[in-house]
């Protein structure tokens, strides 16, 4: 069965960071690009990056790019996301997804993704 669990997120504070894990089981990870997507209050769920099989494509969406770093451990079977210099639009909840096709779509925001974790919560408010 696949899971996908995420951890790290939390309440910080604008320019604040946090480093966001996902621990990936039931299927071959190395395999396969992974992904992470965020869905703001009110709002849809947005892909806001991906690093393919081997991590030698990545990409981000326009409003997380030079912000947000996203690196996999294929030995641990995990990815994780580090985000920096927070903002208030940041807020959300954070997904880890593995897109229904198993490389990158640059256009990140377009992906479809055929599995995700339940999330974890980032708020980030003064």
């Known amino acids: 069965e696949v899971q996908l669990v995420e951890s790290g997120g939390g309440l910080v504070q604008p320019g604040g960071s946090l480093r966001l894990s996902c621990a990936a089981t039931?299927?071959?990870?190395?395999?396969?690009?992974m992904s992470w997507l965020r869905q703001a209050p009110g709002k849809q769920r947005e892909g806001i990056s991906c690093i393919s099989s081997s991590g030698a494509n990545i990409y981000y969406s326009n409003s997380v790019k030079g912000r947000f770093t996203i690196v996999r451990d294929v030995a641990k079977k995990t990815v994780s996301l580090q985000m920096n210099n927070l903002e208030p639009d940041d807020t959300g909840l954070y997904y880890c997804?593995?897109?229904?096709?198993?490389?990158?779509?640059?256009?990140?925001?377009?992906?479809?993704?055929?599995?995700w974790g339940q999330g974890t919560q980032v708020t980030v408010s003064s």
């Open positions: 039931g299927f071959t990870f190395s395999s396969y690009a």
């Open positions: 997804a593995r897109p229904v096709h198993p490389v990158c779509d640059p256009l990140v925001t377009r992906t479809a993704w055929r599995d």
